[in-house]
C-alpha cells in the first residue's frame, strides 16, 4: 500500500490542484483563497506521502532482521560467467 501511495500521489498531487485552482477561479473567489485551499491540500498530500516513504524505509529495515541462512553464503560468481580465453 505505501509503495502505491508514494507512486499516486504526486499525479494525485497536480491533478488535484489544477482541479481545485480552476473550480475556485470560476466560483470567482479570491486568490488568496484558493492560495490557502492549495496549502491544505499540498500538506495533506505531501504528509501522507512522506508518511508511504518512513513505512517504506521502515519495513526495507525490517526485513533484514530476518535474512535466511543462503543469504549469508559467498556466491562463486566464476561458475556462473564463462572465462574469456
Known amino acids: 500500500m505505501a509503495s502505491l501511495a508514494v507512486t499516486i500521489i504526486p499525479i494525485g498531487l497536480s491533478l488535484v490542484s489544477i482541479l ?9 473567489t479570491r486568490s488568496s483563497d484558493a492560495d490557502e485551499v ?3 491540500t499540498l500538506t ?4 501522507a506521502y ?3 516513504r518512513i513505512v517504506l524505509l521502515g519495513l526495507a529495515l525490517a526485513l533484514l ?10 556466491v ?3 561458475k556462473f560467467y564463462p572465462h574469456i580465453l
Open 65 to 74: 532482521r530476518h535474512l535466511p541462512p543462503s543469504a549469508y553464503v559467498a
Open 20 to 28: 481545485v485552482f480552476k473550480f475556485l477561479v470560476s466560483l470567482g
Open 44 to 47: 495533506v498530500f505531501m504528509l
Open 76 to 78: 562463486d560468481w566464476t
Open 50 to 52: 512522506v508518511f508511504a
Open 38 to 40: 492549495l496549502g491544505v
